[in-house]
Structures are given as C-alpha cells and as structure tokens.
C-alpha cells in the first residue's frame, strides 16, 4: 500500500470524512470528499517532458508498518519524504524504451548520487538537480522523516529527519503503553522516543541496517523489545546506500532483543568488499557495449548493481569460472538452485552476448582504477 494522504472514514457508514497529506505532494492539490478522487495537477503528467512528482513511486508511506497509540490520540508514520523524476521513456529519447518492472516509464531518485549527464544516454535529458531544488529549497529532496500524526486536528505534532541525501529505508514503528515510540534506521540505530513529544530518550547502536518495526512482549515480569535487522526487502534492487550499516559491516539477518539493563549489542564483521579480477581479454564494439549497457539496465538492472555493495551479486566483479559459463547462466538457468532463473524467454544469445560484453568492459574499468589506486598509494 503507498500512501499519501491520511484518509478518515465513518466508522459505521465508511463515509470519507477527511484526506489530508501527511506529506509533501505536488501531483495532487487535495482530494474530493464527495468522490475520493484526487484533484491532479499538472505536474502529474509526465507524459511530454519529465516531472519531479511527489512523492514517488514509493509512496509518501509504504510497507513500513506505522502504529497508533489510544494513549496519545497520535498515529506514528515513517514517512518517505520524496520526489522522483517521472519519464515517459518512449517520448524522451533516451536508447531505452522499455524498463522491467515500470514498462515504458521510470522514476529516477534525484538523491545525492543523481546524475542527469551519466543518465542521458539511456535514459535521454532529464532535469538539472539545482532546478528542482529550487522547489524545495533548503530541503534535501529524499529524505525519510518519522512523523506523529494528530488525525483530529490534522497536522504534524512532532517529526524527526531520519535520514536525508539518499533513500535510508528506515524502520517500522512500534508505540507502546508506557508513553515510548521506537524506530530502528538504516544507520543501525534504535531511537525510543517520548510518544508526547517526541523528545528522544535512548539511542542504541546495533551495527546492523533496521527496516522492521519492532515489536514487545513480556515474559516472567520482563519486558523486551526484540525487531528483526538486515538489509533487503524492498531495498534489494538498489544499492547498500553509504548511511546504511550495512555499508561498513557484514549484512549479517538476525534478531535483536533488547531488555533495561540489557548489555551492548555485538556488531557483524566488517564488509569485506571483494578486489576486481582481471578481466578476460574481450573485443568488443563501442556499440556492443552500449546496446549491453540498455539490455542489462532493462532486464538486469531491477536485481542487480554495479560497482557498490549490494544484496545480490556485483556482475562487474565475476571471477573467471563464472565468465565462462555466462551463456549457460543466463540462458539455461545453470544457477537456477542460487535464485538465478533462465531468461531465455526475455532475451536473445545476441543480447547475452551484449550484456557481457559490457559487464567485461565495467570491470575492466573497474580493475584499472583499482591498480591504479595501489600504484598510487606506494
């Protein structure tokens, strides 16, 4: 479900009593009551030139659980305060057309990795960062803010920045009897909050990236909190983003429960970040490797990132064995026990063959910059 208005119906009728943003939106300027339809603007349609919409695709709320407290009146959301730029990929003259999973259209995050001039090829022009800033200025334009909700009076009573610059893909949020709000980051923080007024109490430091809500139980008379850390879910298509804990230490999936008086928490191993290999001697094309660069962004791109951690494997990063059975992968599913089914019904040996030429090519890229790197720091 991807919120962005806060929607207040009868309890008995279901009739639509209020729907008011809970974050920013600039698609729509409210919504009819009478109808439950939004009233769009016209920087709903992207249909010409592309758009900053928010918030984006991922909703000003998403599957992040959000809690309500009977004993505040407040419902606690962890919002996602972002806009992305939404294209019409066939009318805006990039070499691709089509996209997995968003078929003729995309939505770009303009985070702080945003770069329309590295996009332009594939994607065609797309708008300078400082133009959209100037919408929001002062503002990081993504950013996740936990925000206590008043569905009475309809307005933010207190609201904490979580994380800014790029997605953090923040927790879900547990409120409880005793007046506490708590909600892990991205970071590996835990945050407990007064539930009134937002006023933070204690911050935990776990080493591990938090994307749960949390959640409590008791047992013989003792309280505890326990929520499950590790990074993935929805972030899988994306890089470990720099903020995450998952960045620095091993994305290791496990439990935490905490208790008062309870000891600090032991942080995974440190990310070992696996060198380029020498790559195998290729001879490929200029356009080879630009036709592989839009079939891998089209078909590949969803699962897996280049070059930064990530959930799933660095295909610039492939050892020889994997090389040579790169057909057979692809094609025939020979890693199909791994998670890596065949896609011979999506693409053509052609096109695997393009897609390899251009993941050679980035670790060819990539092993250079590191040798050079050596050299340099001797």
């Not at 920087?43 to 709320?61: C, F, L």
């Not at 799933?312 to 020889?320: A, E, G, I, K």
């Not at 019904?345 to 050679?360: C, N, Q, R, S």
Request: aromatic residues 10%.
């Amino acid at each position: 479900m991807q919120e962005r208005f806060f929607y207040t119906l009868d309890l008995k009728t279901g009739k639509l009593l209020a729907a008011d943003p809970f974050t920013y939106v600039n698609w729509a300027k409210g919504v009819d009551l009478a109808t439950g339809r939004p009233l769009v603007t016209a920087q709903a349609d992207y249909a010409r030139e592309p758009k900053n919409v928010y918030p984006s695709w991922a909703g000003g709320h998403t599957w992040n659980p959000m809690s309500f407290s009977p004993q505040t009146g407040l419902v606690y959301i962890p919002a996602i305060d972002a806009g992305n730029v939404l294209l019409n990929m066939k009318a805006n003259g990039g070499s691709l057309t089509h996209l997995e999973g968003f078929f003729s259209s995309d939505g770009i995050f303009p985070d702080d990795l945003y770069d329309p001039a590295a996009l332009k090829r594939v994607f065609g022009p797309l708008p300078a960062k400082d133009a959209l800033q100037k919408e929001r200025p002062g503002v990081k334009l993504v950013r996740e803010v936990l925000r206590a909700w008043d569905p009475v009076v309809k307005k933010v009573v207190w609201e904490h920045v979580t994380s800014q610059g790029v997605r953090g893909y923040d927790g879900g949020v547990l409120s409880t009897a005793g007046n506490l709000v708590f909600q892990g980051r991205g970071d590996g923080s835990l945050w407990i909050y007064n539930a009134r007024t937002g006023a933070p109490i204690k911050t935990i430091q776990t080493g591990s990236h938090i994307m749960a809500a949390p959640m409590t139980y008791k047992v013989n008379g003792v309280q505890y909190v326990a929520v499950q850390a590790g990074y993935g879910g929805s972030g899988i298509t994306f890089p470990i983003p720099p903020s995450s804990a998952a960045y620095a230490h091993r994305n290791a999936n496990r439990i935490l429960v905490f208790k008062l008086g309870g000891g600090a928490v032991p942080a995974p191993d440190k990310r070992e970040v696996p060198p380029y290999l020498p790559p195998p001697p290729f001879k490929a094309t200029p356009a080879l490797i630009a036709r592989g660069e839009d079939k891998f962004t089209e078909n590949c791109s969803r699962c897996h990132v280049l070059g930064s951690p990530g959930v799933t494997p660095d295909l610039s990063r492939l050892p020889p064995e994997v090389h040579a059975m790169f057909n057979d992968i692809v094609l025939k599913g020979a890693l199909a026990p791994m998670g890596m089914a065949r896609f011979d019904d999506v693409v053509t040996k052609a096109d695997v063959e393009a897609i390899h030429a251009y993941l050679i090519d980035q670790q060819r890229q990539g092993y250079r910059a590191q040798q050079s790197a050596r050299k340099a720091s001797h």
